[in-house]
Nanobody, 125 residues
Framework: QVQLVESGGGLVQHGGSLRLSCVASVRTFSNIVMAWFRQAPGKEREFVAAISWSDGSIYYADSVKGRFTISRDNAKNTVYLQMNSLKPEDTAIYYC??????????????????WGQGTQVTVSS
């Protein structure tokens, strides 16, 4: 019922940029919250950013605020994560996530029901 497919990961130098995409196949975009998480080797999955599909409300983790931008394209059923000024500590697998429900600031991975397969981002120093 919900499929999320990420793309856009890769290898980039310190200070570089990447744009991740998440194409969502869902029954309805009404009342859905989309998010990006990341997981580095040996670490827990970490919240990055979230967006309400209906009204565009946005929430960022402090670690990426001012460098990353989450956005959506209604016509393409796609959520983006524009990542600028990348640092080696941004290296991780990045996952797209989704949940049906009212908007709230939810950094907990357990709050999201649907997940993509992930895309690797590697930032070299």
């Amino acid at each position: 019922q919900v499929q999320l497919v990420e793309s856009g990961g890769g290898l980039v130098q310190h200070g570089g940029s990447l744009r991740l995409s998440c194409v969502a196949s869902v029954r309805t975009f009404s009342n859905i919250v989309m998010a990006w998480f990341r997981q580095a080797p040996g670490k827990e999955r970490e919240f990055v950013a979230a967006i309400s599909w209906s009204d565009g409300s946005i929430y960022y983790a402090d670690s990426v605020k001012g460098r990353f931008t989450i956005s959506r394209d209604n016509a393409k059923n796609t959520v983006y994560l524009q990542m600028n000024s990348l640092k080696p500590e941004d290296t991780a697998i990045y996952y797209c996530a989704a949940r049906y429900g009212p908007w709230r600031r939810a950094p907990e991975s357990a709050w999201y029901n649907y997940w993509g397969q992930g895309t690797q981002v590697t930032v070299s120093s």
